[in-house]
């Protein structure tokens, strides 16, 4: 029988007006994990209704006591660990090891938000005039829309969640299609915790009709999304004309300069994990090495010797390196780019086909992909693929390399690798991505720190971590308060203080 799961409405787990259902599956086995509501326009507006009846409550909630409820929620996070992470390998495929590094995101972020609620600074200035103060709050948006993505089904949907909740926001969240499970497993630990009814709200469906309509709701003050770059646009386009804030999280076309001074044992383990993690479905990983002459045949060798060793298989076995795919588009989409990639005269060097022996027929399985002699103007060179798939370039030096990494239409992430410490800088100074690693890999962002990125990866706003976090959340507020009981004119009355 079909486990069936609920849209959180209100503090109570109700199913889609229509009735209507979507069915999770495992992506490496096909087993079917459950069946959760298809919303639409119905379900949205009663979760938006829910969450403006309670932001009232909760905005005055103290920050110290919303950031206990976060606390709670951490710790039940974190005593579930296991559970939810062996959940996460059925529902999204990523080995397990990552998926409890996922979940353990969550938990980092929980904490890290919880602390957040004793400091929650705002800004303390002196006043240009006697008797006078002045300073600035945070004040809450009101209702916020989250959508998210599949590929990190708990930690991002914690990035987004803690902060707008610390911050005294109220929630309507639609998650991804294909992890939907996850989701309602997810806010069963809020209420578990203590969350108070209409604060959190769940609704689970497709982006049409369910996160159009959240986008289109005219209670929801602000849209957090994180996902394709076509779709964002869109909200960020219905957004403007909404007037909406639209906080954006999009693509990466991330790549690891590889200079000719660099331990390349250190590079390619990696370039390995960087580009075959999470079977390559992060906005972080690794679609391009760029490496200096001297060293570029024995990398590009090494690199696709490494790649074809890699097993694929079921991310609960311990056997397993690389696990599937989300699902069968996502698979068609990756060997478009291998086909495209060998038309457009790419050296394949390894991979370029779906993973189809034995049980892998069962799910949506591709081979670890490398292609070698990519040139910048390829369009493997350009475009996010998110599979399995990784393009070597040549660059003559560090310049010609950094010039690469900053000419394409995404910024998130980038990666050097060399034992040149003044190399190093140069980079750090002259890489145009949001997050810059040195003689380590693009993946492995912290919640400490913003994550986000230049270009075509968002509309500058940052989320992940780090005090700006915060701003996405959040409307500065300034207040002066004058105690002088005289009227005194700012910019005119200074002038007499001078004498
Ligand atoms: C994502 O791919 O959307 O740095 C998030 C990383 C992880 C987060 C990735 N900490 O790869």
Known sequence: MTREFFNYIDGKWIPAASGETLASHNPATGELIGAVPASDA?????????????????????APRRAEIIHAVADLVRARKQTLGELLTREMGKVLPEALGDVQEAVD???????????LNGLLV????PNKWAMAVRDPLGVVGLITPWNFPIAVPSWKIFPALLTGNTIVWKPAEDTPVLAVEFVKIFEEAGLPPGVLNLVTGYGVPAGAALVEHPQVKMISFTGSNEIGKQIAVRGAQLGK????????KNAI???DDADLDLALDGIIWSAFGTSGQRCTATSRVIVTPEIHSELAERV????SKLRLGNGLLPTTDVGPLINRDAV?????????????GAALLVGGARGVEGDLAQGHFYKPTVFDRVTPTMRLAQEEIFGPSLAILRAHDIDEAIRLNNGVNFGLSASIYTSNVNKAFEAMRDLTTGIVYINAGTI?????????GTRGTGNGHREGGGPPVLDAFTEWKSIYVDYSGKLQRAQIDTDALVQ
């Open 42 to 62: 119905r379900d949205v507006a009663r979760a938006v209704t829910a969450a403006a009846n309670a932001f009232e409550k909760w905005r005055k909630t103290p």
């Open 109 to 119: 972020m929980g904490m890290y938000m919880a602390g957040e609620g004793r400091r």
């Open 126 to 129: 002196p006043s240009e005039l």
């Open 245 to 252: 804030r639209v906080s954006l999280e999009l693509g990466g």
């Open 257 to 259: 300069i590889v200079l």
């Open 304 to 307: 696709a010797d490494r790649a």
């Open 332 to 344: 068609d989409k990756v060997h478009q780019y291998t086909e495209l990639g060998v038309s457009e």
């Open 444 to 452: 492995g962002s912290e919640v400490q720190l913003p994550f986000g």
